[in-house]
Each structure stands twice: as C-alpha cells, then as structure tokens.
C-alpha cells in the first residue's frame, strides 16, 4: 500500500518528448489546508513533475514555488518544460493547472544537476534542543496536520514571545523514508511567523517558497523516516507581507536544507 503522501504527489505521465513532460495527477483530501493542498505538498507535486521529466541521474538542487490560488478537489494537469540543459545542470519550469480555471494555480523554478566530491564546509551548529520524545506534539486543525508530525522544541509559547525565532522536529506521521520531493515538503511546516508577531491567529497565504537542497544521498538514507530539526524565523514583515527562514538538520546534524518564504498577511497596524 503507497503512503499517503506518495498518493497525494502522484502522476501519470501523458507525454513526454525532448525536453518536455505533461503529467495528470488528482487532488485529494489528505493534505488539506485553508486553500487547497497544504503548500509543501503542493510543490513536492511540482518538484516530482520536473523530476520525472528530467534527464536520469540529476538530483534536486533548488526549487521555488509561487502559489498563485487555492486548488480544488479533483484531476490537474502538470506541464514541465527544461530551459536550459547543460553536461551535468538542466533548468526546468512547472506550472500546474486545473480544468475549471484560465491560468495555472501554481508554477515553479527548478535547478537539476549531478553532485560531485568537492570540498565541503557548514557554517554554524544544530541548535541543541530537547529530543522529539521530549516534545509534545502540536496538530494543525486541519487534515495535513494529521499526516505530519511537528513536535515544536524551543520557544513554543508562539503568543508569549518577543521573538519569531524557534525549533520544532517533523517528520511522516506514518514512516516514510526521506527524499527530495518529502524534504521539500517538510519544509513547509513551520508556524507561521506572523502568530509570533500578532499574538493570535490572522489570514495569511504563503505567495512564495523556494527550498535550497544541500542532502546528499547517504545524508538522506542516514535520516531514514526519522525526525528532522527545522531552526525558524522571520526578518521583517510589513506592508501586508513577510519573509521566513528556516535551516533544516537531521538529527546527526547533518544540514539538509535551506529554506526561505514570502507570505501574505492580513492583520491591523497596533
């Protein structure tokens, strides 16, 4: 039996020529938000479309996903197109659309290439936080939250805090190996910054995630279905818009990936 979110990223290939891929795929109900799909799966759709058209060999790199409206319960249609292909690097382009909408719901940018032995360097620490077993788990009111989980470590009062800053452990709910399409969709999960700020709950909408995927394959087969730290804060908000930032850690401290977001927010001015 596949895991959920293998069901939820799922495409059949329709054609596929040259530099080129149109997959079909279908919205369910498993990793619901406010507005469609949760956002992390939303692009881990995007990032398995542009995978799967890619050339054989090349890893995830990067991806930026721009959010443009909510989806529907229901069949899409994804289209893939590579820009550039070098020797080891190919440029793609995503964007997902439904039949009952003009333009497409969702695009994305992504980088594909061949990682080689070169010299390596990480700068900073995993912050030192308590272990998940130590952690109560937090479950968004909505279906995602059932399917992921988030057990935040450090700063965990979000209404009490002078900060934006904090540490949550996430991770499958029901065991799955990580891979890129899960890292780009873990990413996602943070609270948003906007809470910490506010003091309560307020209308928001990401509009822009883009994930910086440093894992190599041994990072990912040694972080296996096991929790990973996401290190999170924001720099500024104003304006109706904020950004958001997170580095994600396995639990060896292994930097597995970067992360950064714009987000749409609807609060009064204090």
């Known amino acids: 039996m596949a895991h959920s979110f293998d069901d939820a990223i799922a495409l059949t290939e329709l054609e596929r020529t040259g530099q080129r891929g149109r997959f079909s795929g279908t919205v369910t109900d498993a990793y619901q938000n406010m507005i469609g799909p949760f ?97 109560t788990r937090f479950v968004p009111p909505r279906g995602w939250g059932e399917r992921i989980d988030i057990r935040p470590a450090t700063n965990t009062d979000i209404f009490n805090t002078d900060s934006t800053a904090n540490t949550l452990w996430a991770k499958f709910a029901e065991p799955r190996a990580l891979d890129p399409a899960g890292l780009v969709c873990l990413a996602d999960t943070p609270t948003p910054r906007i809470f910490f700020v506010a003091k309560s709950f307020v209308p928001l909408s990401t509009i822009s995630l883009t994930v910086y995927l440093h894992a190599s394959a041994d990072d990912y087969a040694e972080a296996g279905d096991d929790f990973v730290l996401l290190d999170v804060n924001a720099a500024r908000g104003g304006g109706g818009f904020y950004d958001q930032h997170a580095r994600i850690w396995s639990r060896s401290g292994k930097l597995l990936a970067t992360t950064q977001q714009m987000v749409w927010f609807k609060a009064e001015k204090a």
């Not at 058209?53 to 990067?62: I, M, N, Y």
């Not at 989806?71 to 070098?86: K, Q, V, Y």
């Open 39 to 135: 956002g992390g799966v939303s692009a881990a759709m995007l990032a398995e479309g542009m995978a799967k058209a890619s050339r054989d060999g090349l890893e995830l790199v990067s991806i930026t996903t721009d959010f443009m409206t909510g989806m529907t319960e229901g069949p899409f249609d994804l289209s893939a197109i590579c820009h550039r292909a070098g020797k080891s690097t190919e440029f793609w382009a995503a964007s997902i659309k439904q039949a009952d909408s003009a333009s497409p719901a969702l695009r994305a940018t992504g980088v594909f290439s061949q990682r080689r032995e070169t010299l390596e360097w990480t700068e900073g620490e995993m912050p030192v936080v308590p272990a998940p077993d130590d952690c």
